[in-house]
C-alpha cells in the first residue's frame, strides 16, 4: 500500500516526483489479527496495534515547542500551469497537496499507520467489506464551511471518474454514501482485502460548493479542466501569491481548524513556504549556494562529493548531511515502453541490461556510492534472493509452464563488470541476445532480419543532470550497433509524452512500501496499462503477474505476504522489463542553518518541511575569519 498525502499522479520519474499533490510515499501496510467488528478506533494499523493510544499528544519526534514563524525556500524544476492536481492535463505546482487534508494522516514513525485528521474515527467490520468514517463537527474548508460527508462522497466519485490514478487506487470501492452529514460509508466490491480501509482513509477531501460554484467572472467552474484560479482548500496553508512558471508561495493559516489536533502539534512551523522555479538542477543548486534556496535534496553524488567544498560548509552555515531511513527503496531503472514492438522480446530488453556498464560509472561518476539494485523492493526483506523455495516455490508452480525456466534454478543477478570500462565480454553476450531475438548487424547497424528496419532508440529526460549517465551507456549501446539517441525537454512537454505513452526510454522510479498491495495493480496489472497517465509507464500485462499481484493483495499472513512479494519480484525481474539502476540507502540534504529540525528523524521519513523549524539563531550566524 502507498499512503497518499493528496495525491494524483503516483509515478516517478526521473529524479522528479510527481504529481504537486502527492507529498511523499510511506511505508504501508502489513497483516493484522482477525478484526472486531465495527469497533470505532482513532486510527488504524496493518501491522496490529497502534504505536499511540487514542488520548496521546503529540507525535514523539516532533518538536512541540519548536518556533513558528519564518520562511522556508525551496527548489522546484520546470515550470507549472495549473492548480487543478486532480486530472491527468496541465503540470500543478510544487507543494500545491499543502492546501488540502486527508480523512486520515500517517505517524513518519510507524509503518503501515494512519490517525484521524478530518475524520475522528473509523470502523470497519470482520470482513473489511466496508469502512465507515466519522467525520469531526468542526473540520472547516477555509472558507469557514463545514467539511460534510457529502464533499467527501462528491470528491471520491469526481476524483475516481477523472483521473487514471484514482480509478486504479480505487478500483475496488464500490460507492461511497453519506449516512448524515458527518458519517460516510464506503463499500468496496471483495472482502478480507485488509488495505482498502486504509487506502480510503488517504482521500483528499475537496469543497463540493466551491467546484460546483461559479468563479469571479461568474463563470461555472469546472473540475475536468485546468485553471489557476486559487482552489479553496481546507489544509494548513493557502496560496497567497504565484508567478506561473516561476514561483508559488504559501502562507499558514492561523486560523485552521486542526492546528491544535495531536497530529498536527509540532508540525507546520513555518509561517511561509516557497518554492522558486528553475530550469534545470545545476541552476537550482546555484541557487542554493547563493541562498536563494534554503533547502537542498541532493541526488547527485558527484556533488555531493565535490561541490560543497565553499566556505558555507566549512563555518557551519550550510549544514550537509547524511540521513538514514528504514524505507524499502523500491527500484529505479531504464524502463522500456512495451507498447513499442521492437522491445517485444524479453532478449532484446536482456541485452539492454548486459551493455549498461554501471561498475565504470560507479566508480567514474557515482564515487562509488551506490548500490545497482537487484530487486523491484531493494534493500528489504521482501527482496526475492537465491532460487525459490518453500511457500515462494509453491506460489510459483503452478505458472512454471508460462515463466523462463532459468526462475526457478538460477538466482536473478544484474551483469557486473569491473570498472575498468573494458564491457567486452558482457557486449558479447548481448549479442547473442540480440541475434537469438532476430537482430544482426549490417554495416555496423543493427538491423532487424525480418524487416530490414534498423534498431533505434530515443531516451527521453527532463533532468539535464542525468545526461551524464545516460551519454555513456548510449556509447555502450551503439557498439552494438544500436542507434541511441538522447533528448532532453522541458517539464510539461516531458509529462504530456509520457502520459500519452509517446516515448522509447525513461527513467522510471516505483517506490516501494515494507508490505505492498492494491498499489501493485497501478504499478504492473492490465487496466493500467491501457489507460493514459497511469503509474503503469511500461505497459506491462502479463497473466501470470495479474495473479500473483491478487496473491499479495489478500495474503493472509505476513509470511505469506513476503512469500507472494518474492514471487512477483522474481517475475519482474525475469522478464527484464527495465534496466536496474541503483540506489542509496539514506537521504543526502544540505540547509542553511536558518533552518533546523529534530535531533532524531523519525525512521520513515526525513519529515521536511512538516517537522522542522524556522531557526533565527542560525540565521544570524556570521562567516568565519578564515
Not at 467546484?211 to 469546472?222: F, L, N, V
Not at 508561495?249 to 497530529?263: F, G, K, M, N
Amino acid at each position: 500500500m502507498m499512503q497518499m498525502k493528496n495525491a494524483g499522479r503516483v509515478y516517478h520519474i526521473g529524479k522528479r516526483i510527481g504529481p504537486a499533490l502527492l507529498l511523499g510515499l510511506a511505508l504501508s501496510a502489513s497483516l493484522v489479527a482477525t478484526a472486531q467488528a465495527d469497533i470505532l478506533r482513532h486510527g488504524s494499523s496493518l501491522f496490529g496495534n497502534l504505536k499511540y493510544a487514542d488520548d496521546f499528544k503529540k507525535f514523539d519526534y516532533v518538536n512541540p515547542d519548536a518556533p513558528r514563524d519564518g520562511e522556508a525556500v525551496m527548489a522546484a524544476i520546470g515550470s507549472f500551469d495549473s492548480f487543478n492536481g486532480f486530472i491527468v492535463t496541465g503540470q500543478p505546482p510544487a507543494g500545491l497537496g499543502l492546501i488540502y487534508d486527508t480523512l486520515m494522516t500517517g505517524a513518519l514513525d510507524e509503518a503501515g499507520s494512519e490517525y484521524g485528521l478530518i475524520a475522528e474515527s473509523l470502523s470497519y467490520p470482520d470482513d473489511y467489506s466496508s469502512v465507515t468514517y466519522k467525520l469531526r463537527p468542526e473540520a472547516r474548508f477555509a472558507d469557514g464551511k463545514a467539511i460534510t460527508a457529502d464533499d467527501v462522497v462528491w470528491t471520491f466519485e469526481t476524483l475516481k471518474a477523472n483521473h487514471p490514478f484514482y480509478g486504479a487506487y480505487y478500483a475496488n470501492v464500490m460507492k461511497a454514501e453519506a449516512l448524515d452529514p458527518h458519517t460516510v460509508k464506503f463499500s468496496f466490491s471483495e472482502k478480507n482485502n485488509r488495505e482498502l480501509p486504509q487506502i480510503v482513509g488517504q482521500l483528499p477531501v475537496l469543497p463540493k460548493h466551491y467546484w460546483t460554484g461559479k468563479d469571479a467572472e461568474g463563470k461555472p467552474r469546472d473540475i475536468t479542466k485546468t485553471t489557476l484560479e486559487v482552489p479553496l482548500g481546507n489544509g494548513a496553508y493557502k496560496i497567497t501569491a504565484f508567478t506561473p512558471g516561476r514561483s508559488i508561495t504559501y502562507e499558514r493559516v492561523e486560523d485552521y481548524w486542526a492546528r491544535d489536533l495531536p497530529v498536527n502539534i509540532g508540525a507546520n512551523n513555518f509561517k511561509t513556504l516557497r518554492y522558486e522555479y528553475f530550469k534545470d538542477p545545476t541552476i537550482a543548486f546555484e541557487a542554493f549556494k547563493a541562498h536563494q534556496v534554503d533547502f537542498w535534496r541532493e541526488t547527485s553524488s558527484k556533488n555531493w562529493a565535490t561541490a560543497y567544498d565553499i566556505p558555507a560548509v566549512k563555518d557551519g552555515r550550510i549544514i550537509k548531511e547524511e540521513l538514514s531511513t528504514k524505507n524499502n527503496e523500491g527500484m529505479q531503472g531504464f524502463a522500456f515502453n512495451l507498447r513499442r514492438a521492437k522491445f517485444s522480446d524479453p532478449r532484446v530488453r536482456e541485452a539492454f541490461d548486459w551493455a549498461f556498464d554501471f561498475g565504470w560509472m560507479n566508480k567514474n561518476i557515482f564515487y562509488g556510492a551506490y548500490v545497482r539494485s537487484d530487486s523491484y523492493f531493494a534493500n528489504s526483506e521482501l527482496a526475492a534472493t537465491g532460487v525459490p523455495t518453500g511457500l515462494e516455490l509453491a506460489i510459483l508452480e503452478p505458472f512454471k509452464d508460462q515463466l523462463p525456466p532459468a526462475l526457478f534454478t538460477q538466482a536473478y543477478v544484474t551483469p557486473k563488470t569491473d570498472g575498468s570500462g573494458n564491457n567486452r565480454a558482457n557486449l558479447r553476450k548481448a549479442i547473442t541476445l540480440l541475434k537469438e531475438a532476430g537482430w544482426s548487424v549490417k554495416d555496423g547497424v543493427l538491423t532487424s532480419e525480418k524487416t530490414g528496419e534498423p534498431f533505434t532508440v530515443e531516451f527521453m529526460l527532463d533532468n539535464p543532470a542525468f545526461e551524464r549517465v545516460v551519454a555513456p551507456y548510449i556509447q555502450s549501446l551503439k557498439r552494438l550497433g544500436i542507434q541511441a539517441t538522447l533528448r532532453t525537454i522541458d517539464t510539461a512537454q516531458y509529462q504530456n509524452r509520457l502520459d500519452k505513452r509517446d516515448f522509447d526510454m525513461v527513467v522510471a522510479s516505483f517506490g516501494q512500501s515494507m508490505s505492498p498491495g492494491n498499489e501493485q495493480r497501478g504499478f504492473w496489472g492490465c487496466a493500467a496499462a491501457k489507460e493514459d497517465g497511469s503509474r503503469n509507464v511500461m505497459g506491462i500485462c502479463d497473466p501470470v503477474i495479474e495473479k500473483l499481484i491478487d496473491r499479495v493483495i489478500f495474503a493472509k499472513s505476513r509470511e505469506e505476504l513476503v512469500a507472494a512479494t518474492h514471487a512477483l519480484d522474481r517475475v519482474l525481474l525475469w522478464h527484464h522489463y527495465l534496466v536496474p539502476n541503483w540506489y542509496s540507502p539514506y537521504e543526502r540534504v544540505a540547509y542553511w542553518s536558518g533552518i533546523a529540525r529534530p535531533a532524531k528523524t523519525p525512521d520513515y521519513s526525513i519529515g521536511f518541511p512538516s517537522i522542522w523549524w524556522h531557526n533565527p539563531q542560525g540565521e544570524t550566524a556570521k562567516p568565519s575569519e578564515q
